[in-house]
């Protein structure tokens, strides 16, 4: 009975500390990943963007295949996805297509479903005006700008600011441009470094679906040896207490 008693507390020993030496690199990856998510807002975690190629390719993260882009006498504005982008940088968000763009002497003038943008030449935002369902966008007589929408067409040559019909002249419309390749490649690499916050990064590392199935198991699996290790610890723990307990007792006894 002795022997078995003993054999038990060699088994526990034995397994506190082998579990604990294959679980610590798991506990100490979600100790430090844990850590890092209760400090996302002082971090800027939600903020800040994956770059590592690695870690894109891993997500499958591709960037579109086709930008649409439009040019004007010095700028080229282009959409990828919902990011419209005035050359390199990104200007505005916007869930609409983009459909247009006319420059003319006093401002660049950029066209939406919904919207009208008006810009400096320098890509500053002047004036945004509601405009409903626009089709095309163009440039008419004395630098008016053009619009077709489900209404007719109408125009306007002072700034956006009046608008009356417009009939029987010629229109420039504008239209998309393949982009150039020396925008298109840092344009699409730009895009694709923006899309994966690294919160998002921390969080499936946390939860091991950073690694599919396979990580999530070994999670779960880390966390069923956390209990064992704490429950194994503590019977360790009651184990000692009680033998200096019965030893204090004895002492106690003989005196």
């Known amino acids: 009975m002795k022997n078995n008693k003993h054999s038990l507390w060699r088994f526990i020993y034995k397994l506190h500390r082998y579990i604990g030496l294959t679980s610590s690199l798991v506990l100490i990856m979600l100790a430090v990943t844990g850590i890092a998510l209760n400090h996302t807002a002082e971090l800027q975690l939600d903020q800040r963007t994956i770059k590592s190629t690695a870690i894109l390719d891993w997500y499958g993260i591709k960037s579109p295949d086709k930008l649409r882009s439009f040019a004007t006498r010095n700028h080229w504005l282009t959409q990828m996805g919902q990011k ?31 919207s009208l943008q008006l810009l400096t030449h320098s890509g500053e935002l002047i004036e945004k005006i509601p405009f409903a369902a626009i089709e095309h966008i163009g440039s008419g007589l004395q630098q008016s700008i053009v619009i077709q929408s489900s ?49 998002r990064v921390i ?31 503590c019977a360790i723990w009651l184990k000692h207490k009680l033998r200096s307990f019965r030893h204090a007792r004895r002492t106690y006894r003989q005196r």
């Open 151 to 199: 209404q007719g067409y109408t125009s306007s040559n002072d700034g956006l600011l009046s608008w009356q019909p417009y009939l029987d002249k010629p229109v420039t419309w504008s239209t998309s441009q393949a982009t150039p390749e020396i925008l298109a490649t840092p344009l699409q690499q730009s895009f694709v470094r923006s899309i994966l916050p690294v919160e």
């Open 203 to 233: 969080l499936d590392l946390h939860s091991g679906r950073l690694f599919g199935t396979f990580g999530v198991i070994i999670v779960d699996i880390s966390g069923i040896f956390l209990l064992i290790l704490a429950i194994s610890g």
């Open 84 to 114: 419209i982008y005035f050359d390199q940088h990104v200007f505005l968000e916007n869930q609409s297509p983009l459909l247009g763009v006319v420059e003319t002497e006093q401002f660049i003038v950029i066209a939406f479903y919904n």
